[in-house]
């Protein structure tokens, strides 16, 4: 079939002449340079209000909450005539003099909470008043922090090193010291260390004390530098089998004292037994003490900033057991 092509009336022609554009009318009066630069400016206040915006999410989400003690935070202090609850297997229950000065516990039990995964906080007026850490050495192989971190650990701590069991008594560098220091500070966990230490006079507690800041070379620790002397009951004629509390202490002072005046804050490991029995605390007046229980409550009379509460603890990054601790002392 043939199209007709023919013309429609000119009303039904629509009109495909351009409509003039209308023209952008610069507000207040402006001048196009004037207002040009105002535009620049406000583009610039925006900017930098996002980015304030975001930094202060992010400082936010860092914010190191409260703690039981900071670092200039009155303890209180054993008095003459108070005594220390002890319980021995062969004895049963009884009491000793306590050290007048040395400062004394004062953590409540109710206050205690430990969550689904088996860490342990510590709360004040409903709010956290506690660090979560850990600490690793070589017998925890290659460690992924990240992971550790994202676990909900605020803290490592690191072992620099030990001393063998042996009369020789050789002092040796952990596998991992060095990564473990560096990676667990890249994942933004805070970080300590601590020795593991055979000394049997203050001369080799110096020595010991040495290594560790030979080894650090100045590297920033936010958390102490531990005194972690142990005796092992499965090793063969150990050197530190006959050691005395006064050598003990002369050890741990010495230590101390030398990590204190390199600008490390000092620490002792122990358990009570060596508390109340081989350590003269009133001699290691400034020391905190991390203190190893493995129970549901801490059970010390003296007062300790760490506690360091299963040897056989589980954290993501981490292949096999751990050792979980709770820290009460801000250290920032």
Known sequence: MEENFAPKPADEVKNTEPKAKKSFKIPFGLSKKLFALVCILLAIIIALGSAFSVSMVKLYRSRRHGAVYDMD?????AEKGDMVPIWNPDFGYGAIPALEGVPVATYKEENFL???????????NGEIASYTGIDVSSFNGYIDFDAVKDYGIDFVIVRLGGRGYGEEGVVFEDDYALRNLTEARKAGLMVGAYFFSQAISAEEATEEANFCLDLLDGFYLDYPLVFDWETIDSAENPRTENITAETLTECAKAFCDTVNRAGYIPCLYTDSKKAYMKFDLSKLNGVDIWYAFYNDEPDMYYNYMMWQYSCTGYVDGIEGDVDLNICFKNYK
């Open 73 to 77: 935070s009155e303890l209180t202090l």
């Open 114 to 124: 430990t969550d689904s995964k088996g860490l342990k906080y510590y709360y004040e």
